[in-house]
């Protein structure tokens, strides 16, 4: 019997900037998803060597082992203030954080909004997914409104705890933001755009800018209780209206020389 050669095409593999090991992520987690979109960026643009990351507390807390870019821990909340020192002590390198929305948008929030206020040449990566992951699935600041979850199992109630926190909005309000828009990984399309999003949070910080922040909106099916194919299900019915995707603020020279990356 004659010998049959197979044609294989290769249709997947890791990026370079990413560790070849597996993460602690649960599963239909889309944190994976966003890390893989950062390493592909960073790839693309050639950058890894001369990438900084910031890793936050969080169910990303042991994102430097899953990276093969170099990484500083910051306290919980304090990633800006961490990549501010770490972007003007080294100011060729690219310095990103990558930040859920407790460290991000409570313990963190002073943070952030004074990074921005300062127009620090760092770019962001905020992922909200609703809930606190790491800690068991308490209610979060963008926890939307009678979501029930582990502190608060009769659902979110505004009068007792507040409106859902929109952190994009806030911040393009913030003169010195220069990119702030909001992207979604509950499938292919928004994936792809959201993956154009980061790639011109980078470039933006290339530009100098000032700062740059990509939201991404990500499931938790463990903490949501529901499987992974509902909780993207839940991403598009029921945190889109309340968290609408868009471009809130894009300063005039990205415009301009965006269509070349």
Not at 167 to 185: N, P
Request: hydrophobic residues 40%; neutral net charge.
């Amino acid at each position: 019997m004659e010998k049959t050669e197979m044609i294989e095409s290769l249709i997947y593999t890791k990026p370079r900037s990413l560790q070849p090991i597996g993460t602690h992520y649960c599963p239909g987690c889309t944190h994976g998803i966003a890390h893989r979109l950062v390493a592909e960026v960073i790839d693309e643009m050639g950058i890894r060597e001369q990438t900084i990351g910031v890793a936050p507390v969080g169910c990303a807390v042991f994102i430097y082992n899953y990276f093969d870019v170099d990484f500083a821990e910051a306290s919980h909340g304090r990633a800006p203030a961490m990549a501010t020192g770490i972007k003007r002590a080294n100011p060729d390198k690219f310095v990103f954080t990558y930040q859920g929305d407790g460290d991000l948008a409570s313990i963190g929030a002073a943070e952030i909004l004074h990074a921005a206020n300062r127009g620090e040449k760092i770019s962001v990566i905020f992922i909200n997914n609703g809930i606190y992951g790491m800690t068991g699935g308490q209610m979060a600041p963008t926890t939307i409104e009678g979501w029930k979850t582990t502190s608060s199992p009769m659902g979110r109630n505004v009068e007792l705890h507040g409106y859902p926190i929109r952190m994009s909005e806030i911040l393009a309000q913030i003169e010195g933001s220069a990119y702030i828009v909001r992207r979604s990984l509950h499938n292919v399309a928004n994936i792809r755009r959201a993956k154009k999003a980061i790639r011109t949070a980078f470039e933006v910080q290339r530009m100098g800018l000032g700062l740059a922040m990509v939201e991404l909106l990500s499931s938790c099916p463990t903490n949501w209780k529901i499987s992974p194919d509902e909780a993207l299900k839940v991403i598009e019915e029921k945190m889109l209206p309340v968290y609408p995707l868009g471009d809130f603020k894009v300063d005039p020279a990205i415009q301009k020389h965006g269509k070349g990356w």
